[in-house]
């Protein structure tokens, strides 16, 4: 089946513009993450959505970042007033249940200019 | 907060070689997992470890939780072992993962 997908590939936004990335997980996978990668640097965990549950959001770095997911499939991540330290890509996987085998998504290249 | 260490931070090696790849945490966690990152950015979850043995392949890995530490190995190195290999712990208090900085693995042909 598919994998999971994320949209779009690239993103070059100004600063303090909004934007919104998108992530489709693999069907019947309960649980979504969201992580950070700046560039040549490692990997940042944002946040983790278990089915409809409400997410712990004290991992996003700043409150300008929001992520919700529609009815425990689709996800979206939304950075309010964009900023040049926002530039990185931003990676979405899914598994199972949260003691499942992360698949990850090609990720979403954000450029903040 | 907790602290994950990963050594080597680079480690070089020739094709057909085993390796050990180590990750030290700082404060009891609920789970660990392996990550490979290949040189084309692309992640994979290795292992899924909160303690004791898997394998897969000629890739095994073994946790040992009371002392704060999980093992990699890789043995008869291919080139396509090349990339970077992250240990990520999730705390027992909230949902939160935290990633090791990486080991840089390179395999030469």
């Known amino acids: 089946g598919a994998g999971v997908s994320q949209s779009p590939s690239n993103k070059v936004t100004e600063k303090g513009k909004d934007v919104e990335l998108r992530c489709d997980p693999i069907?019947?996978?309960?649980?979504l993450y969201w992580y950070r990668q700046s560039l040549g640097q490692g990997l940042e965990f944002l946040i983790y959505?278990?089915?409809?549950?409400?997410?712990?959001k004290s991992g996003l770095p700043s409150d300008r970042f929001s992520a919700e997911r529609t009815g425990g499939s689709v996800s979206t991540l939304t950075i309010q007033r964009t900023q040049q330290e926002d530039s990185a890509v931003y990676l979405c996987a899914s598994s199972l249940d949260r003691r499942g085998t992360q698949y990850f998504g090609p990720g979403t290249r954000l450029l903040v200019l | 907060g907790i602290q994950v260490e990963q050594s080597p931070p680079d480690l070089i090696l020739q094709e057909g070689a085993n390796s050990t790849l180590r990750c030290n945490f700082s404060d009891s966690v609920n789970n660990l997992q392996w990550f490979h990152q290949n040189p084309w950015g692309q992640l994979i979850n290795l292992f899924y470890i909160p303690s004791g043995t898997k394998q897969n392949g000629r890739l095994s890995a073994t946790t040992v939780a009371t002392e704060r530490y999980s093992l990699l190995y890789i043995s008869s190195s291919q080139t396509t072992d090349s990339g970077v290999y992250f240990c990520a712990v999730e705390l027992n208090r909230d949902d939160k993962i935290i990633f090791g900085k990486g080991t840089r693995l390179h395999i030469l042909p």
């Open positions: 959505f278990q089915g409809n549950s409400a997410p712990d």
């Open positions: 069907s019947g996978h309960t649980a």
